[in-house]
T-cell receptor
Framework: DAGVIQSPRHEVTEMGQEVTLRCKPI?????LFWYRQTMMRGLELLIY????????DSGMPEDRFSAKMPNASFSTLKIQPSEPRDSAVYFC??????????????FGPGTRLTVL | AQSVTQLDSQVPVFEEAPVELRCNYS??????LFWYVQYPNQGLQLLLK??????LVKGINGFEAEFNKSQTSFHLRKPSVHISDTAEYFC?????????????FGGGTRVLVKP
């Protein structure tokens, strides 16, 4: 298996532009998580999905952020409009069918976003 | 709600020396405990986890961790580190019930192994 795939790996954009980050979870996994990692705040959970349905989006910082999971093999995290403080590494993770709290989460390599 | 505190943000250590990374957690319910490692420019990988039973858990790459319920701690140890262990290490907790199955991470401990 190729693991969790994220694209792009690096994104540089200007303030005010729309940014879309993409994630393909491991085949057969039905839980998907979006995290943000910054020096100041560490690793934060933004939102997670079970069976393509958003379960908890309490970590989404504001209305500029939105996430979708149209099917079991694809998810997007969109920032519109982007701001310099959104600069961070964004990770996607997935978990096997069953969704047990004891199960490992499998992380993608991350997207490093820089907003100028 | 849960919280995790990693007491050391950075730990320099010489090659072949032992290392201990400290983790304390707070929770009103029983939890599962995890240690993840992040190598430079990579995503996180699971090192080990504590679910129940023996309080000493062995993981990959020679790491082990001990769960101490009375002290609400889950410290990670390795008796002899290699240069390749240079990475950032994250302690995490998860509630037992399905509704609480998201991970809460600590701030991370950056380990720098020196030759």
């Amino acid at each position: 298996d190729a693991g969790v795939i994220q694209s792009p790996r690096h994104e540089v954009t200007e303030m005010g532009q729309e940014v879309t980050l993409r994630c393909k979870p491991i085949s057969g996994h039905n839980s998907l998580f979006w995290y943000r990692q910054t020096m100041m705040r560490g690793l934060e959970l933004l939102i997670y999905f079970n069976n393509n349905v958003p379960i908890d989006d309490s970590g989404m910082p504001e209305d500029r952020f939105s996430a979708k999971m149209p099917n079991a093999s694809f998810s997007t995290l969109k920032i519109q409009p982007s701001e310099p403080r959104d600069s961070a590494v964004y990770f996607c993770a997935s978990r096997p069918v069953g969704g047990r709290a004891s199960d490992e989460q499998f992380f993608g390599p991350g997207t490093r976003l820089t907003v100028l | 709600a849960q919280s995790v505190t990693q007491l050391d943000s950075q730990v320099p250590v010489f090659e072949e020396a032992p290392v201990e990374l400290r983790c304390n957690y707070s929770s009103s319910v029983s939890v599962y405990l995890f240690w993840y490692v992040q190598y430079p420019n990579q995503g996180l990988q699971l090192l080990l986890k504590y679910l129940s039973g023996s309080t000493l858990v062995k993981g990959i790459n020679g790491f082990e961790a001990e769960f101490n319920k009375s002290q609400t701690s889950f410290h990670l140890r390795k008796p002899s580190v290699h240069i390749s262990d240079t990475a950032e290490y994250f302690c995490a907790v998860s509630g037992l019930k399905a509704a609480g199955n998201k991970l809460t991470f600590g701030g991370g401990t950056r380990v720098l192994v020196k030759p």
